[in-house]
C-alpha cells in the first residue's frame, strides 16, 4: 500500500488509512523529540522554558494524538462498511442495562 498524496478526499480510503497511521506514529515521535528536548534544556540549566515547552508539549501531543486516532478510526470504519457493527447509543445502552437489572432482581 503506499500513503495517500494529495489532499484526502482525493485518496481511496486504504491510502488515506496508512495516511493517518503515519501521521499518529509521526505524532508520537515528534511528541518524544519534545520530551528529550526538554531534558537538554534541563541539563544546560534553562529550567523555565523547559516546563513552559514540557507542559504547552503534552497538551498538544495528547490532543494531536487523539484527534488523528478519532480519524483513523473514521477510516477504519469506512474500510469495513458492512462487516462493521452500528454504534450503540449510550442512552440506549444504559436503558438497556437497567432493563435487565430490573429484571434480574
Known amino acids: 500500500m503506499k500513503v495517500g498524496i494529495g489532499p484526502p478526499f482525493q485518496a481511496a480510503l486504504p491510502e488515506n488509512y496508512i495516511r493517518f497511521l503515519v501521521l499518529v506514529s509521526n505524532s508520537i515521535f515528534v ?16 529550567c523555565f522554558y523547559a516546563t513552559i ?22 477510516f477504519a470504519v469506512a474500510m469495513g462498511r458492512d462487516k462493521t457493527p452500528p ?7 444504559i436503558r438497556r442495562v437497567s ?6 432482581s
Open 31 to 46: 511528541t518524544s523529540a519534545f520530551v528529550i528536548l526538554k531534558d537538554a534544556l534541563y541539563e544546560v540549566g534553562e
Open 53 to 74: 515547552g514540557f507542559a504547552a508539549n503534552v497538551a498538544a501531543g495528547a490532543a494531536y494524538l487523539v484527534c488523528l486516532n478519532i480519524i483513523l478510526a473514521q
Open 87 to 93: 454504534p450503540v447509543h449510550p442512552e440506549n445502552y
Open 99 to 104: 432493563i435487565q437489572r430490573s429484571m434480574g
